[in-house]
């Protein structure tokens, strides 16, 4: 049946990363520079990463979607996905980065999560976020 994984092999894969389009790609990694508090790598003059312990923000501008296929991804048009950054202190991050376009103030969510967000420039919608609760500690603890 197509979609399922076969009982006898098991597979393992890793998410390696989330890539951005974006109209004006230096303006996104800096913003990415500053929240993350990583220095990109800037891979093309079109094209940048930004290495995290748990995966990569890749950035590239609106010209890389064509080495795909034409038109298949467009720079601002995502109001579906929401970009996590799990953090170690949540009140520290929302004082050093509030002054960015905050969309609410933390605030504990009913997983057990302590969260606030941000838009980027080209309006992705950011979370930061630590694990509040003790069901939330012990399920994040287990993914390290």
Known sequence: MAGQVPAEKEYK?????????ARDVRALVAFYE??????????????????????SLAIGSEDTVALFKEGSAEAGANRTSIIELQVEDIDAEFARL????LVHA???????????????????????????????????????
């Open 98 to 101: 509030n002054t960015l376009d």
């Open 106 to 144: 933390p605030k504990l969510l009913p997983w057990g999560n302590r969260t606030f967000q941000l838009r980027d420039p080209e309006g992705n919608l950011v979370s930061l976020y630590m694990p509040e609760t003790d069901a939330a500690k012990a399920r994040f603890g287990s993914r390290s």
């Open 34 to 55: 500053t929240v993350t508090g990583t220095k990109a790598d800037w891979l093309a003059p079109v094209f940048a990463e930004i290495v995290t312990p748990g995966a």
């Open 13 to 21: 894969m890793k998410l390696a990363s989330v890539r951005l389009i």
